[in-house]
Each structure stands twice: as structure tokens, then as C-alpha cells.
């Protein structure tokens, strides 16, 4: 195929060679970042909590005195303990995907001078972090003598399990256990380690810190009441719920149960991300438009070109070319176009993401985003082109002999 | 002239249907995605008090003595004393206090159970400041901040939900354990965004929808407030840990916000010279470590905490690079269905059609493409913000497209069809005549 000719041909249609290549530019800039957000979210929606979703559940209560809470928890944990199915109570002050009651910025040293970052403090009763499910990768997990009463907002002297992300964070290469983190006055020693526990809110954090947690062993008391994590089947969840929810309404009528929070942990995921989920699917709604539009550009440009060129194809198909010369040169033509708009359009694309990192804090688009949006690009040329070239290739040799 | 331009158009769009569809079918969901980015963002970035904003203010001081970054700004809210201190010095020409809590309400006459609902505890001058609307009563008088009176104001919801909507002025609501007389219903108050309780915008890392909620359900007087609610307020931030959490009056803690309105430029400096010295003076007491502060406008603080959420904001960048492909797309297909009447076009200019005459039917033709466009673009809009309702948003149920935002969607349609024939009908107008005439 000689590619000479063809850039002679497009040298005389600059104007519409280079609308198209344009628009190429701005469909890859697009597809490429579009593409790369989808991912981010994607991932973000598949962080792993560390906890088994699928068989815990929590019912939040509010509404009545910290004086009460002892009364208030004993009664709401025997209704909740007796509801077929149901393996497990505990109490957690935070939820992953749900409440968040213990969020506060740590120093690693008493003075308050070395900040080690903001992070969830999951302060659970006795049996919480078992019936959470995280795992255990290193140190110890609490004991029955960890337990202690507290009056503050956070106990003010524990042994905690802190993730391994946090870990790395404060301690990079250290070894974690036994070393030490301050919240003001409180301190909190490390004595094991767990692989993750994602924050009750994730998407409002960066990526590297979704797991920044520690678990606070403690007992109930003022500000360890009302909040509940019960464990069952999953196959049971629904069901208990539904009679979980029924028997607080009985076993405490005079407090208010938070129905807007007291929902399976996969439901409290869902709420979490369903913004991340509709943004997704806003941007691959925006894609298949957009390469929609430009397949249709391409149609039709390609459709004009043909018709404008039917005597020239009819001079060359009688001068000896095939159908199958025809077609090439159509194809070879658009596929010149696309890729001159490809290498435009990744220029834009970085671009584009360079404001984006500015903007946005999104990172840095791989390199990998830019062979796949060209790939993308030149197979939606050579179809939308397909048509108006086999058009093309239909023309018959005397069409040359007509009007000449 | 244009009536005949306008037939050559029609006959023109007529004669060739696909081409005519492909590319109405572009500018419309250009439009569409576009206008309906656009209403949203208009929604989210307008100005909630038009008219007023540019006289209220957001005085800020920094409580925090510990804090050794610098320079630094002053944390978004206020410690108790501060607050109190510069509202009760009434500098301004009003001012209102703000603490938010969640509290436990039930109607005495009412068969529903308990409701845990948000509460905004604030100062008289808060409803005439904000120019807050009422179905039935009043806000309450200074007298009633003073004396601690045990009023509410509710909002229209709350009351269609406990007295089926009728004027409950007068009747009693049971606040956690203090009974309340209402003196006023809110009437369909909705400022967006609900600019009072915006604070810590610069750490949601973009995720500012929470900002266009409603407004709080029950309003108490400030000190009322604090009474019958006390131990279920809860801190911004705190610089040590409280000793009696929810108790915060004298805890380490920011967690009151004050709302000032000043009404020339002068007082605006005798403000601002009112509030450093606070400052300085809080300094030299020990209280605060730095005296800085900040006096921005309602504006300015909505624009500090970057209220648009970042989502809407890169929806509306795509949506107008989306636009920009359509407006490509529509440029090609109008340059080739332009040339291919060359010999028509040769015919006309020979006939004695001068070049900007030519131009005048290309563009003619561009902007009867844009109009029927700018239908679709409407009706994609429409179906755009429905879509936007149907999303578990805060400000989902705002978003509808007004006067305004339906004209622009026009306007929008036909400048960018107008731009779009603009370059081919230059084209066109600059076919050769003789060139074309030999070929006919």
C-alpha cells in the first residue's frame, strides 16, 4: 500500500482531516481519563474492609442519658442475644461502612510533637473483634483482662491491635508491636497486628490511608452503649435483622432507634459507594456517547469523501486497482487520521490529567490507559469506516467512461 | 430574505434526513449533558442570600494555643467563650450565634414514636438576618435569648409530620425533657447551600454534598438550646480531650459558629479592628496563642470551603468536552453536506448571489439546526435533571431547570451551531463558480 498518495490526497482536505483528527484528540484526552477515573472508583469500591460483611449486621440506638446506658445496653443486647440465629452481640463504637465515633488525629511520642495522621479508633466491648472477623497477622489478640471502663471519649491507657497500613505509616520497616501512640493524654500500646480494617469512611480519605485503624479493647459504658454488632448466617442476615430490629423496639421503648444506620454491613457498603457507583456509570454512559458521536463523524466524513471521489475510484479501478486496493486506501486513510488524532489526543490526555492531579488529587495516569484508548480509537475507525469504504470498493470501473 | 433562507434550509435539511438527524442528535445530547451539568452547578455555586450575602459575615478567631504550625488558619469554628464574648458585645449591626445538636423530639399529643432530629440552637437576629420565611408565627425576640425562654421554631416538614401541617403556633413540643412552646412554622426555606452550618469543607476532600442539605428541623434560643440539651454537643475539633464529653462550655474545644451582618464599610473595618483586638487581648490574657483573624464575607467563606462538591464540578468539564466533540463532529458533517452542493452553490453565485449571501444561507441553515438541536438539547436536559433527582444526593431534590437555565439552553444551541456552520459556510461561500459550472 503506498501511503504517499493518500497524504497527497489529505494535504487537499487539511480542514476536515484535521476536524477529524480533532476530535479523535478529544475522545482519547477523554476516553483515556474517563477510563482511569472508572478504575480509581472501581478500586475504591472494592476496598477490602478486612471484617466478613456478609455475616454481620449492626442496630444503633440513641436518644436517652449516658446514666442509662448500662440499663439501656443490658436490655437491648438480651432482646438482640435471643433473636433466632443470631451468634453473636457486641458492642463497637464505629462501624466499617457505618458510624464513625472515633476519628482523631495521634502523635507517636507523649510531647504531642511527632503528628502521626488522623485515624479511627474501633473501641469495641469484649468479643467485638473476633465477631468482626479481621485478621490477626502478628502480636496478640485482646484479652479478657484488656477490658477495662472508661469515662472519657477513648479509653485512656490500652494495648490496641493496629492495622498493618497504619503500621507502616508510622513505624516504616519497624516492627510494630510494642510501640506506642498518644492521643492527648491517652495512650495506647501495641500488641498485634492486623492484616485490615478499613475506616467507616472510606471515600473521604486518600487511598494509602482507608485502613489508618486501631482496635480499642474496653467495656461498655457512656460512650460504649447503643452501638451493636451482631453477627449471624449470612443466609439468616435478612431475617435477623428484621427480628432484630423488632425486638429493641420491644426491649427498649423509650429510646430511638437510628433506622438510617442499623443495616447489614453489604447494605451500609452499598450507601457508602453509591455515589462512586452512579459516577462510574455516569462516565461510561459519557464514553459509549462519545465514541458513539465520533464513529458517526468518521461515517460521515468518510461518506462525503466517497461520493465526492466516485469518478477518481472509477478512473483507478479501470486503470488495473482491485476492490480490495479500494478498500485498503480507505482504510489505510483513516487509519493515518486516527492515529495522528491518537498522538494529539495523548498530549491532551496528560494534560488533562495534570489538571486533574491539580485539581482533584487524582494520580498520575499510568502509561497503560494510553495503548488501550488507542486501540480503542483505531478499531472504532476501521468500523465506522468500513461501510462508506466498502462503498467505496463497489464503484464500478465505468463510471470512468461516463462524464469525463 | 431570511424567510427564503430559511425555506432553502428546510428544503435543504429535508433532502437529506439521516445526515440532518445525525446531526441534530449531536448537538442535542452535547446540550443536554451540558445543561443539565450546568443547572446543577448553578444550583450549587449561586449565591443563597442574593441581594444580602455581601453584608454578612463570618468573623474567626483562633482558640487553639497549642497549635505550632504556622502560618495557619484560624480553626472554622469558635470555643464558647469566644463566641459568647463577641456576640454579647453586639458590634455589628446584628449577629447571630450558632451551635448545632441532635435531639430527641416527641409531640406530648402525638401517638409517633420519638424522633431524633437536628437542632440548631441560635439568637433572635438570626431570622430577620437570613431573611428566614415563615408559614405561620415568628421568630423569637432578644427578650427570649435573654430570659432562656423555652420556644421553637420548627420547620414546614416537622410540622406537616406532627400537626399535619396546621398552625401548631402555640402547642407544645417536647424536647428531650423540657417541654417547648412553638411561636413559629418555617415556610419553604431551602438556601443553597445551607450556607449557616458550612465549616471543614477544605478536609471532605471534595465531598461537599452534605453541604446542600435541609435545615435543621428545630430551632431553639441559643442558651434554651444548651439547657435542655446538655451532654449532646458535639466538638469540631478539640485540642485536648474534653473532660465531660458533650459538655462543652469550658472543654478545649471549637464547636460555636457566629453569623454577623454589617451593613457599610466602615463598620466592617470597625469590626475587623473590634475583632483583633479581642484577639491581641485574648493573647496577652494567655487564652489564645496567636491573634490571628479572619473576617471573610458569606461568599468568600463558601469559597474557602469550596462548596461545589468536585464531583459536579468534573461532570461539568466532561460534559463540555462532550460538547467539544459534538461541535468537531458537527463541523465535518456540515462541511461535507456543504461542498457536496458545490455545483448548487456555483449555480447561485453565477446567478449573481454575492459570497455573503451564500454565507447567510450556510449559516442560516447552521442555525435551524442548532434550534431543532436546542428542542432535543431541552428535552435531554429535562430527562438529564430527572436522572440527577433520582441520585441519593442532598440537593437531589432542588435540581429543576428554571427561566433562566431554559433560555440558555437555547442560546447555547444555536451559538454553538451558529460556531459550528460558521467555518463551512465560509467554505461554501468560497466555491469557485466557473469551476463548478464546467462540471455540471
Same mark, same amino acid.
Given at each position: 500500500m503506498q501511503i504517499q498518495p493518500i497524504l497527497a490526497a489529505l494535504r487537499k482536505h487539511r480542514l476536515a482531516t484535521l476536524l477529524i483528527a480533532l476530535e479523535i484528540a478529544l475522545a482519547c484526552a477523554v476516553l483515556c481519563n474517563a477510563c482511569f477515573m472508572i478504575a480509581s472508583r472501581l478500586s475504591m469500591m472494592h476496598v477490602d474492609s478486612g471484617v466478613d460483611e456478609g455475616a454481620l449486621a449492626t442496630v444503633q440506638l440513641t436518644g436517652y442519658e449516658p446514666a442509662k446506658a448500662a440499663d439501656v445496653d443490658a436490655r437491648a443486647v438480651a432482646a438482640l442475644r435471643a433473636v433466632p440465629g443470631v451468634q453473636s452481640v457486641t458492642l463497637l463504637n464505629s462501624i466499617p461502612f457505618g458510624m464513625r465515633r472515633g476519628t482523631a488525629g495521634i502523635t507517636t511520642d507523649a510531647a504531642g510533637q511527632h503528628f502521626g495522621g488522623v485515624i479511627e479508633f474501633y473501641v469495641g466491648g469484649a468479643g467485638s473483634l473476633r465477631a468482626l472477623g479481621a485478621q490477626l497477622i502478628a502480636g496478640r489478640a485482646p484479652q479478657a483482662d484488656d477490658f477495662h471502663p472508661f469515662t472519657g471519649l477513648l479509653p485512656g491507657d490500652a494495648p490496641i491491635q493496629i492495622t498493618q497500613a497504619l503500621a507502616e505509616h508510622l513505624w516504616p520497616g519497624a516492627n510494630p508491636l510494642g510501640k506506642q501512640i498518644w492521643l492527648d493524654k491517652s495512650h495506647f500500646r501495641v500488641v498485634g497486628v492486623l492484616k485490615t480494617?478499613?475506616?467507616?469512611?472510606?471515600?473521604?480519605?486518600?487511598?494509602?490511608?482507608?485502613?489508618?485503624?486501631?482496635?480499642?479493647?474496653?467495656?461498655?459504658?457512656?460512650?460504649? =452503649?447503643?452501638?451493636?454488632?451482631?453477627?449471624?448466617?449470612?443466609?439468616?442476615?435478612?431475617?435477623?435483622?428484621?427480628?432484630?430490629?423488632?425486638?429493641?423496639?420491644?426491649?427498649?421503648?423509650?429510646?430511638?432507634?437510628?433506622?438510617?444506620?442499623?443495616?447489614?454491613?453489604?447494605?451500609?457498603?452499598?450507601? =457508602?459507594?453509591?455515589?462512586?457507583?452512579?459516577m462510574a456509570g455516569l462516565l461510561i454512559g459519557v464514553i459509549v456517547a462519545l465514541l458513539g458521536v465520533t464513529a458517526l463523524g468518521i461515517v460521515g466524513l468518510a461518506s462525503f469523501w466517497v461520493a465526492q471521489r466516485r469518478k477518481q475510484i472509477g478512473v483507478r479501478r479501470a486503470l488495473g486497482a482491485t476492490r480490495g486496493d479500494i478498500l485498503r486506501y480507505f482504510q489505510t486513510e483513516n487509519f493515518l487520521i486516527v492515529s495522528f488524532g491518537i498522538v494529539l489526543g495523548m498530549v491532551l490526555a496528560y494534560t488533562i490529567n495534570l489538571l486533574l492531579m491539580t485539581h482533584y488529587e487524582l494520580p498520575r495516569l499510568p502509561f497503560f490507559y494510553l495503548p488501550i484508548g488507542a486501540l480503542v480509537l483505531w478499531g472504532l475507525g476501521q468500523l465506522a469506516v468500513l461501510g462508506p469504504a466498502l462503498r467505496a470498493a463497489a464503484v464500478p470501473p465505468v463510471v470512468a467512461t461516463r462524464t469525463v | /430574505?431570511?424567510?427564503?433562507?430559511?425555506?432553502?434550509?428546510?428544503?435543504?435539511?429535508?433532502?437529506?434526513?439521516?445526515?440532518?438527524?445525525?446531526?441534530?442528535?449531536?448537538?442535542?445530547?452535547?446540550?443536554?449533558?451540558?445543561?443539565?451539568?450546568?443547572?446543577?452547578?448553578?444550583?450549587?455555586?449561586?449565591?443563597?442570600?442574593?441581594?444580602?450575602?455581601?453584608?454578612?459575615?463570618?468573623?474567626?478567631?483562633?482558640?487553639?494555643?497549642?497549635?505550632?504550625?504556622?502560618?495557619?488558619?484560624?480553626?472554622?469554628? /469558635?470555643?464558647?467563650?469566644?463566641?459568647?464574648?463577641?456576640?454579647?458585645?453586639?458590634?455589628?449591626?446584628?449577629?447571630?450565634?450558632?451551635?448545632?445538636?441532635?435531639?430527641?423530639?416527641?409531640?406530648?399529643?402525638?401517638?409517633?414514636?420519638?424522633?431524633?432530629?437536628?437542632?440548631?440552637?441560635?439568637?433572635?437576629?438570626?431570622?430577620?438576618?437570613?431573611?428566614?420565611?415563615?408559614?405561620?408565627?415568628? *421568630?423569637?425576640?432578644?427578650?427570649?435569648?435573654?430570659?432562656?425562654?423555652?420556644?421553637?421554631?420548627?420547620?414546614?416538614?416537622?410540622?406537616?409530620?406532627?400537626?399535619h401541617g396546621e398552625n401548631s403556633v402555640g402547642r407544645t413540643l417536647r424536647l428531650k425533657d423540657s417541654d417547648v412552646r412553638i411561636v413559629g412554622v418555617l415556610g419553604a426555606w431551602r438556601p443553597s447551600p445551607l450556607f449557616y452550618d458550612v465549616r471543614g469543607g477544605r478536609f471532605a476532600n471534595g465531598d461537599t454534598s452534605s453541604f446542600y442539605g435541609r435545615p435543621e428541623d428545630v430551632f431553639t434560643p441559643f442558651y434554651t438550646g444548651l439547657e435542655i440539651n446538655d451532654g449532646n454537643f458535639w466538638q469540631f475539633t478539640c485540642w485536648h480531650l474534653p473532660d465531660k464529653p458533650g459538655h462543652l462550655q469550658n472543654a478545649p474545644c471549637v464547636w460555636i459558629a457566629l453569623w454577623v451582618q454589617l451593613d457599610s464599610a466602615a463598620k466592617v473595618?470597625?469590626?475587623?479592628?473590634?475583632?483583633?483586638?479581642?484577639?491581641?487581648?485574648?493573647?496577652?490574657?494567655?487564652?489564645?496563642?496567636?491573634?490571628?483573624?479572619?473576617?471573610?464575607?458569606?461568599?468568600?467563606?463558601?469559597?474557602?470551603?469550596?462548596?461545589?462538591?468536585?464531583?459536579?464540578?468534573?461532570?461539568?468539564?466532561?460534559?463540555?468536552?462532550?460538547?467539544?466533540?459534538?461541535?468537531?463532529?458537527?463541523?465535518?458533517?456540515?462541511?461535507?453536506?456543504?461542498?457536496?452542493?458545490?455545483?448548487?452553490?456555483?449555480?447561485?453565485?453565477?446567478? *449573481?448571489?454575492?459570497?455573503?449571501?451564500?454565507?447567510?444561507?450556510?449559516?442560516?441553515?447552521?442555525?435551524?439546526?442548532?434550534?431543532?438541536?436546542?428542542?432535543?438539547?431541552?428535552?435531554?436536559?429535562?430527562? *438529564?435533571?430527572?436522572?440527577?433527582?433520582?441520585?441519593?444526593?442532598?440537593?437531589?431534590?432542588?435540581?429543576?431547570?428554571?427561566?433562566?437555565?431554559?433560555?440558555?439552553?437555547?442560546?447555547?444551541?444555536?451559538?454553538?451551531?451558529?460556531?459550528?456552520?460558521?467555518?463551512?459556510? /465560509?467554505?461554501?461561500?468560497?466555491?469557485?463558480?466557473?469551476?463548478?459550472?464546467?462540471?455540471?
Open positions: 480494617l478499613v475506616r467507616p469512611d472510606p471515600p473521604g480519605w486518600p487511598t494509602e490511608q482507608r485502613a489508618w485503624a486501631v482496635f480499642v479493647p474496653a467495656q461498655p459504658g457512656p460512650f460504649l =452503649t447503643g452501638s451493636y454488632l451482631l453477627r449471624a448466617n449470612p443466609q439468616d442476615l435478612p431475617r435477623v435483622m428484621r427480628d432484630a430490629l423488632a425486638a429493641v423496639t420491644k426491649a427498649v421503648p423509650d429510646v430511638v432507634i437510628d433506622r438510617e444506620d442499623s443495616h447489614t454491613l453489604i447494605e451500609l457498603r452499598q450507601k =457508602t459507594f453509591q455515589n462512586d457507583r452512579a | /430574505m431570511f424567510a427564503y433562507y430559511l425555506n432553502l434550509a428546510i428544503r435543504s435539511l429535508k433532502r437529506n434526513p439521516v445526515l440532518t438527524v445525525l446531526m441534530v442528535l449531536a448537538i442535542a445530547v452535547g446540550i443536554g449533558a451540558s445543561m443539565t451539568t450546568l443547572t446543577v452547578m448553578h444550583l450549587l455555586s449561586g449565591d443563597p442570600l442574593p441581594g444580602r450575602s455581601a453584608h454578612i459575615y463570618y468573623p474567626q478567631v483562633d482558640s487553639d494555643p497549642t497549635s505550632s504550625k504556622q502560618p495557619k488558619n484560624p480553626l472554622d469554628v /469558635m470555643d464558647y467563650h469566644s463566641g459568647v464574648d463577641l456576640w454579647s458585645a453586639h458590634r455589628a449591626d446584628r449577629q447571630a450565634l450558632i451551635a448545632n445538636s441532635d435531639i430527641k423530639v416527641r409531640a406530648p399529643d402525638s401517638t409517633l414514636p420519638p424522633l431524633m432530629l437536628h437542632m440548631l440552637s441560635t439568637t433572635s437576629d438570626f431570622f430577620p438576618m437570613f431573611n428566614v420565611s415563615f408559614e405561620y408565627g415568628d *421568630g423569637w425576640s432578644a427578650q427570649d435569648d435573654e430570659k432562656h425562654a423555652r420556644v421553637a421554631v420548627i420547620s414546614s416538614d416537622l410540622n406537616d409530620k406532627l400537626f473595618a470597625d469590626y475587623h479592628n473590634f475583632l483583633d483586638h479581642y484577639a491581641q487581648q485574648q493573647k496577652a490574657l494567655g487564652r489564645f496563642k496567636y491573634a490571628d483573624t479572619r473576617l471573610r464575607t458569606l461568599m468568600q467563606w463558601l469559597d474557602f470551603n469550596g462548596v461545589v462538591p468536585s464531583d459536579v464540578k468534573l461532570q461539568t468539564w466532561l460534559a463540555f468536552a462532550f460538547l467539544a466533540i459534538c461541535l468537531f463532529n458537527t463541523i465535518g458533517l456540515l462541511l461535507a453536506k456543504f461542498l457536496r452542493r458545490s455545483g448548487e452553490i456555483g449555480v447561485r453565485r453565477a446567478l *449573481g448571489a454575492s459570497r455573503r449571501a451564500v454565507f447567510a444561507q450556510c449559516l442560516v441553515e447552521a442555525g435551524l439546526i442548532g434550534v431543532l438541536g436546542g428542542i432535543g438539547g431541552w428535552l435531554l436536559t429535562i430527562l *438529564g435533571l430527572w436522572l440527577v433527582r433520582e441520585q441519593p444526593v442532598a440537593y437531589a431534590d432542588m435540581a429543576h431547570l428554571d427561566g433562566g437555565m431554559f433560555a440558555l439552553t437555547f442560546v447555547l444551541s444555536i451559538l454553538v451551531s451558529l460556531l459550528a456552520g460558521a467555518l463551512p459556510a /465560509m467554505r461554501a461561500s468560497r466555491v469557485a463558480p466557473a469551476l463548478q459550472l464546467k462540471t455540471l
